[in-house]
């Protein structure tokens, strides 16, 4: 599975940004698809993620300004954070896994996203 992200860059505090992830190489069924994020000296941590069947999970620290979605016909993934703070500022990562056999867990090429005060 070969994932493309797009849509980082850089945004004032209180903006918008939509990121944007396609798939593509196998079929994506019984997954979960996900942004992650990791600033500088952190963890990299759960954004949010949405499983095929349309189950979403937010952290925390999105939850209520953020919205994850899923195209699963054409294997894209979306996630719009609203209000955006500079402790958004982080590199972005999309990521597939099933948890099912046969399982498997792959990873994006990171997005900067900057959040200027």
């Known amino acids: 599975v070969q994932l493309q992200a797009s849509g980082g860059g850089l945004v004032q505090a209180g903006g918008s940004l939509t990121l944007s992830c396609a798939a593509s190489?196998?079929?994506?069924?019984?997954?979960?698809m996900g942004w992650y994020r990791q600033a500088p000296g952190k963890q990299r941590e759960l954004v949010a993620r949405?499983?095929?069947?349309?189950?979403?999970n937010y952290a925390d620290s999105v939850k209520g300004r953020s919205t994850i979605s899923r195209d699963n016909a054409k294997n894209t993934m979306s996630l719009q954070i609203n209000a955006l703070k500079p402790e958004d500022t982080a590199v972005y990562y999309c990521?597939?896994?099933?948890?099912?056999?046969?399982?498997?867990?792959?990873w994006g090429q990171g997005t900067q996203v900057t959040v200027s005060s």
């Open positions: 190489g196998s079929t994506l069924g019984s997954t979960y």
């Open positions: 990521n597939v896994r099933r948890i099912i056999a046969p399982t498997f867990n792959y």
């Open positions: 949405i499983s095929s069947g349309g189950t979403t």
